[in-house]
């Protein structure tokens, strides 16, 4: 840092103890030299003091690391005097009305993406108003699985933290297929066999997309765990004769969703002109409330 | 979710960069209620990426571009309010020399930032004309070199004008 030009996010670094010794140095020789990043460092400092005071990690801690979770809107609105397993119950009857022909088949593939069975699940409580799936040929169905036991989702299934998510596609003679996702508050996700990458961390300028089999309907070679995050999500599979980079995928989805002029809401397959030409998109959203 | 992980740890997390985070969520929501939400919603995420996030050169970087995006989000959804919500903002000794002229133009830039730009335009845009911060000190934050980011600064400021013309010829359409 040249001690005659003054950059605002080197003393910052600094204040934060980043940067190797050089730079450190260097920043503290144009601080000593510099009355203006003195008074800012002397500012970052003071706010600092200022915000841990009113705000100690304790109540942090207490609101969001130790289970304690704020009352939902649905609860001041009389959702919570129902029982929980009405919803519920209401969901897998419908669910088991209108698939009857695909779930045998669908089980199965499900049973192959699966094969250890049960998992512990995050007691949280986050309740689905209904989720709509996409139609036409092709594929796009899945099954959720809670307290070891696992269901195909369908509308009005409700939904928590850490419920496992497993999708089955069928590839419709395309060679890739991608998942991506969005959250209510623009979050782009994309899903590969490792896991979840969120678009806030850096992504590789690499493919996510898998190698569709197109005999019969294959669940994808990973599940998703459902986070904490409040909201709808809107999942997308995208099938594609070559597989799609990530960056690619992660822009197209972010600029449909600024574009929306109804949020989540006004995404889907038919609002939606798939990233790459000659691929096709299936869309479904999937709506959340914390309880 | 954020993993639980050692208690002391996420305090020592917390301690050093939640007062980052809350500091640029305010400037951008001026709103403490809401910058402290989202600055709880940013820390959350620090904490379940922080293996990522501590590999970077900087977690301030990842601050930075973490915290604008989701402001950016949220002012999407509830469609951003101008500087008739001035809570918080006057509090602040780094905040107290910006003009109601200019909150109001930078409301109109930043309304504009709706419009389908790429993240990486975006970012530019918002440290440029609501940080105030130099080219320099956005190479430093971004690593881009400083040419691409006068290259970006221009299609945003050709964009910009036509905006503007663009209204002044609706505010004489007859």
């Known amino acids: 840092m040249p001690t005659d030009t003054c950059n605002r996010v080197l003393v910052e670094r600094y204040a934060l103890g980043e940067g190797g010794l050089e730079l450190r140095q260097a920043t503290r020789r144009h601080v000593d030299a510099c009355a203006a990043c003195r008074g800012l460092l002397t500012a970052l400092e003071t706010e600092r003091r200022d915000y841990l005071t009113l705000h100690p990690f304790r109540e942090f801690s207490a609101r969001h690391l130790d289970g304690h979770r704020p009352v939902g809107k649905a609860v001041l609105e009389g959702h919570a005097f129902l029982p929980r397993w009405v919803p519920a119950l209401a969901g897998l009857a419908t669910c088991l009305l209108i698939l009857p022909l695909v779930q045998h088949r669908l089980l199965n593939a499900y049973s192959d993406a699966f094969p250890n069975g049960a998992s512990d699940v995050d007691p949280t409580g986050i309740r689905g108003k209904g989720v709509s799936s996409s139609q036409g040929p092709g594929v796009m169905e899945y099954f959720f699985k809670r307290d070891g036991q696992v269901r195909p989702g369908g509308p009005g299934e409700a939904y928590r933290s850490g419920d496992e998510l497993q999708f089955v596609y069928a590839g419709g003679g395309y060679a890739y297929v991608s998942l991506v996702s969005i959250d209510s508050r623009g979050a782009v996700s994309l899903y590969r066999e490792a896991g979840a990458t969120s678009a806030e961390t850096s992504i590789e300028n690499s493919a996510v997309s898998v190698k569709a089999k197109n005999e019969r309907p294959q669940p994808l070679p990973f599940g998703v765990t459902l986070d904490d995050s409040p909201g709808s999500e809107f999942f997308v599979m995208v099938f594609s004769a070559a597989p799609i980079e990530a960056p690619v995928l992660q822009h197209w989805l972010e600029d449909a969703y600024t574009k929306s002029q109804n949020g989540l809401e006004g995404l889907s397959k038919s609002t939606l002109t798939p990233p790459v030409p000659k691929a096709r998109i299936k869309t479904l959203l999937m709506r959340k409330d914390r309880v | ?174």
Not at chain 2, 67 to 72: D, E, F, R, V
Not at chain 2, 106 to 122: H, Q, Y
Request: proline fraction near 3%; include cysteine; aromatic fraction near 12%.
């Open chain 2, 1 to 174: 979710m954020a993993s639980t992980g050692d208690r002391t740890r996420q305090q020592e997390l917390y301690e050093k960069y939640a007062p980052v985070i809350y500091r640029r969520c305010l400037r951008f929501l001026r709103s403490k209620e809401e910058a402290q939400d989202a600055t709880s919603d940013i820390f959350l995420k620090l904490l379940e990426h922080w293996d990522s996030v501590q590999n970077q050169e900087s977690a301030l970087f990842w601050i930075h571009r973490t915290t604008t995006n989701h402001c950016i989000s949220l002012w999407r959804r509830r469609k951003f309010q101008g500087p008739d919500n001035e809570e918080g903002w006057e509090d602040s000794p780094l905040h107290a020399d910006d003009s109601v002229e200019k909150r109001i133009i930078l409301r109109d830039i930043l309304n504009k930032l709706m419009f389908p730009w790429n993240k990486a335009v975006r970012e530019i845009v918002m440290y440029t004309y609501w940080d105030g911060y130099t080219q320099d000190e956005i190479s430093t934050l971004t690593g881009m070199a400083p040419s691409t980011i006068r290259k970006y600064l221009t299609r945003f400021r050709r964009q910009a004008q036509q905006w503007k013309l663009e209204k002044l010829e609706g505010e004489h359409a007859y």
